[in-house]
């Protein structure tokens, strides 16, 4: 089972004609994709959020930021700035993403369609719910 934040490496294949990457979500991670989704020409951090039941996986299409993690004991923070490298997140996981530059798109890549009740918005609600749940 994949963790809070894992980083994979996105296989690469080139020849002559130039690259191309392949990313098998469902073998790798576990989970179907039912939507994808980019954010672009960010003005400022975005997330601040989790997710009772999605699992997600990130690449940083262009540009940079940082993406952190939080999983109510330990943060963490990636930084991406490349396609060769994506971060899954599971469910129940803080994120917020920070410092994005202005050239920065993100790609996501989600199990479940979108469902605004699935979300936390409240990061002491988020930590309330991670107490109850690893009780
Ligand atoms: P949200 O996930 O809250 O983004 P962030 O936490 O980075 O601000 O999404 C912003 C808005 O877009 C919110 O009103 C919900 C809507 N939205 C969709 O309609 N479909 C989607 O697939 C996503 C991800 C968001």
Redesign the pocket.
């Known amino acids: 089972m994949k963790s809070r934040g894992d980083v994979h490496k996105i296989d690469s294949i080139v020849d002559p004609r130039g690259e191309l990457l392949a990313l098998e979500v469902s073998e790798i991670f576990g989970f179907d994709v039912k ?1 994808i ?1 980019f ?1 672009t020409k960010f003005y400022g951090d ?4 989790a997710h009772r039941n999605l699992y997600q996986v990130m690449i940083c299409i262009s540009g940079s930021c940082e993406l952190v993690l939080d999983d109510g004991e330990t943060r963490s923070s990636f930084e991406l700035n490349n396609i060769h490298t994506c971060v899954y997140v599971g469910k129940m996981v803080w994120r917020e ?1 920070r410092e994005a530059t202005r050239d920065c798109t993100l790609l ?1 890549l ?1 199990s479940e369609c ?1 469902d ?1 009740s699935d ?1 936390i918005r409240n990061y002491d609600d988020f930590l309330k719910l991670k107490s109850v749940k690893s009780d």
């Open positions: 939507r989704y954010l975005r997330g601040f959020h993403i996501v989600a979108y605004e979300y």
